[in-house]
């Protein structure tokens, strides 16, 4: 399998696994295939970068991610073979998506 079919199964996988969790998502790059595009879209305010390998160098993944989020929260989706999907995000950005969590949710503050 070629690395190109891979990513698009990838993509297809995730954007799957997030409809099952009710988002109204779909492959970014199969309508225009412009680059810059998110690998998935329909998660407001995440710039989503897909990654389904099994060595990833998550420096380069956020930097691409990072460049191509116009204004969105940069996020690379990863896994590898047989594991289950990740997210990384810069620091930042996490606080401001679990502070934001924080003030519409109670949360026990003695965990």
């Known amino acids: 399998m070629n690395s190109r079919d891979k990513g698009k199964r990838g993509e297809l ?18 309508y225009c295939g412009a680059n810059g595009d998110a690998d998935v879209v329909g998660l407001p305010g995440i710039h989503i970068e897909c990654k389904r390998v099994e060595r990833l160098n998550l420096d380069d993944a956020m930097a691409q991610a990072k460049h ?22 810069g620091l930042e950005d996490f606080m401001r998506i679990y502070g934001e ?11």
């Open 101 to 111: 969590w924080e003030a519409g949710n109670e949360i026990d503050k003695e965990i």
């Open 13 to 30: 996988e995730l954007a799957k696994t997030l409809r099952g969790y009710g988002y109204d998502v779909r492959r970014g790059q199969q």
């Open 68 to 89: 191509d989020a116009h204004g969105k929260i940069p996020a690379v989706f990863h896994r590898k073979n047989h594991g289950e999907w990740r997210v990384t995000l």
